[in-house]
Each structure stands twice: as C-alpha cells, then as structure tokens.
C-alpha cells in the first residue's frame, strides 16, 4: 500500500518541487498552503508522515505540531526549517516532532529522512536485506558484494532494493517502472535497462557471477547464480 504524506508548506515553488520528487519515489502526496489547512487535511486523510514548515501563514509548524499531537495523531513530523540553534531544535522536538531538516537541504536527505521515519511505523521491514553474497543496509545505505563495498547513486540502490524484496520473483517493467520511478514516470522508455546495466557492472566487476537475470519479453528476477 502506497504511503500517503502530508506536505505542509506555503511556498508553491518549494511544495511543488517537493511533492514531485516525493511522487517519483511512489508516495502519495496532499499539499496544504497553511497551518489550519495542514491540521484539518490531517484530521480528514490520516496520512502516514507529515513534512512541516516551521514558517507558516496563521498558526506556526511548531504550534501545529503541538496541536496534531494533542489532537491524538502521532504519526511522523518532520519539520523543514531554516532555524539550526540548538534551542529551536529542541524546541521543535519538544512539540512533537520526530526530526527536522535545515534550509536549505538536499533533496537525498530528505527522501532519506522520510524512509527511514516511515521504516519504523513497518516494523516488519527489516533494515539489513541479502541474496547470496550480495548485502544491502537501508539505514546506512551501503551494499556489499561478499566484503566488496560497491557504490550505487540513489536510484541504483532504489532498484536494487526493490529486486531484494522480491527475490526469485520475476517483475515487470511496468512493477520496477512504478515503484522504483513513480506513476508518473515519462522519461527515456530504455531507462530500467540502462539501470539494469549499470547495476551489473557494479555488481559484477569483483564477481562475475550474475545475481541480476533479464526474463525475454516479461523483466528482471534476482535469483541465483546461473
């Protein structure tokens, strides 16, 4: 089930900017413009986190999060800020929140931040996944071959984590396009190759032994040597 996220935030180019890359990572997005927006939107959808403005139009992201949490909800709050003091931080933390990112941020830290807060409301999801000799750790983001460290970029990891939670299954294009790319995905039609590809060279350049097998006509499995 796709997670549903909350984005609380007045600036429409950074909503905008945010809900899109959040898209492409397969969450469902609903922006609210202000605080009273973000606290009724709450109440009516439920969602699963909530990113939150500390600079709000009406009531402050700090005094919303106070009255999310008062109001029973207590899912994840990350809160976006451009306050770095040590009492502000405390200050939000105080209120409820369960982490905050400083203006500016990288896009990479904060889809980061958002897996990993959502990582711990599915406990069920382990942090460390493997095949063979191949690891993959979700919390430090780090893939070993054996004790071969192997350097991924974002989406190759994305890719890769995706066919260890399916081992031995084969997935379509039209599955690893949606949940590793997003719905909306319309960029190059080769692009799952090209990942594919890049993802063999890394794996394999200490190991020649293929992990990740091409299926004609249908799409990848990650399944044994062969």
Not at 5 to 19: G, H, Q, S, T
Not at 72 to 98: C, F, S
Not at 101 to 117: D, H, I
């Amino acid at each position: 089930m796709t997670d549903h996220i909350l984005l609380v935030e007045d600036d429409p180019k950074l909503a905008e900017f945010i809900a899109a890359e959040l898209s492409l990572e397969g969450y469902r997005v609903t922006i609210a413009p202000t605080g009273m927006d973000g606290l009724s939107m709450a109440r009516e959808t439920q969602p699963d986190l909530v990113i939150l403005d500390w600079m709000l139009p009406g009531i402050s992201g700090l005094d919303l999060c106070l009255r999310l949490r008062k109001t029973g909800i207590q899912v994840p709050i990350i809160m976006l800020t451009a306050k770095d003091e040590v009492p502000d931080r405390v200050a939000g933390l105080n209120a409820g929140a369960d982490d905050y990112v400083t203006k500016p941020f990288s896009m990479e830290e904060l889809l980061a931040r958002v897996k990993a807060r959502l990582r711990r409301t599915h406990p069920e999801e382990p942090d460390v996944l493997g095949f063979e000799d191949l690891t993959l750790n979700r919390l430090t983001r780090e893939v070993y071959r054996s004790t071969q460290l192997i350097e991924l970029t974002a989406k190759e990891f994305d890719l890769l984590e995706f066919l260890l939670c399916h081992p031995r299954q084969v997935l379509t294009r039209d599955q690893i396009l949606e949940k590793v790319w997003g719905y909306d995905f319309m960029g190059e039609s080769n692009i799952i190759e090209v990942y594919i590809r890049a993802l063999r060279i890394k794996l394999e350049a200490n190991n020649p032994k293929r992990l990740i097998h091409t299926v004609r006509g249908v799409g990848y499995v990650l399944r044994e040597y062969g």
